[in-house]
């Protein structure tokens, strides 16, 4: 049996806790859903390592990549690249595991476009005023880049209407419990048993 996987995308604003909810998430025992690792030009931060938190490149390197056809989505965010690697995602797709991307917003509506029957969850801030303590709290982005990181954010929320699941991030252990729900009850959808079904009569 190797039905094609299903592709996850976690997406919402900046500073909404995507990156803690992920992590979160593949902390879990038994858990089968391979992570992407993005594609990056901005610097490293303290604490990150090149091929587990992003890839980081340089734009030399990453605008080649884009060139080349090699980038399933590219996004370009506060200055700098973001983008999720296709060979990976397909490889990974077809061996039957799951996919999860965690991107910011104009990926994903680009991941939609190509791949229309992708999952789409957005994880919301439980408010704005905790949004914007939050990107102040992790405290890596100058007063600038915040406002300008908020005034993004609002544009983003408007595109909730584009994605399948809303998932509040009030406490993390609620957001994680939240998309596991998502990812079950995406695999007992009739479309997706049915293929693995139809997979199997074919060797009968
Ligand atoms: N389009 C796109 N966005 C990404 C990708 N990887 C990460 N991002 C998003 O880019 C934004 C900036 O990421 P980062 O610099 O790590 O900052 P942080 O997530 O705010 O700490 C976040 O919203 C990430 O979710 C990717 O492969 N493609
Ligand atoms: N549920 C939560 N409650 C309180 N703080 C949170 C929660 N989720 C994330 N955070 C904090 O918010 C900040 C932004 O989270 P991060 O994962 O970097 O966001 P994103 O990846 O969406 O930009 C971090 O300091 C993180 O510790």
Request: hydrophobic share 35%.
């Amino acid at each position: 049996m190797s039905t094609r996987g299903l592709l996850f995308i976690l997406s919402g604003p900046s500073g909404v806790g995507k990156g803690t909810v992920r992590k979160a998430l593949f902390e879990k025992e038994g858990n089968e859903l391979k992570y992407s690792v993005s594609m990056t030009t901005r610097n490293r931060r303290d604490g990150e390592v090149d091929g587990v938190d992003y890839y980081f490149r340089s734009r030399e390197e990453f605008e080649q990549l884009i060139e080349e056809g090699k980038m399933l989505e590219h996004a370009e965010y506060v200055g700098n690249y973001y983008g999720t690697p296709l060979d990976y995602v397909n490889k990974t797709l077809d061996e039957g595991y799951d996919v999860f991307l965690e991107i910011e917003v104009q990926g994903a509506m680009k991941v939609k476009e190509k791949v229309p029957n992708g999952i789409f969850i957005f994880l919301t801030p439980p408010d704005l005023g905790e949004l914007k303590a939050r990107i102040i709290g992790r405290g890596t982005d100058e007063m600038s880049v915040i406002d300008e990181r908020m005034e993004v954010a609002k544009q983003e929320i408007e595109m909730m209407s584009h994605y399948d699941y809303a998932v509040v991030n009030d406490k993390i252990e609620l957001a994680v419990e939240r998309i596991q729900c998502v990812i079950e009850s995406e695999h007992l959808k009739v479309s997706n048993v049915l293929e693995h079904y139809q997979e199997m009569m074919k060797e009968w």
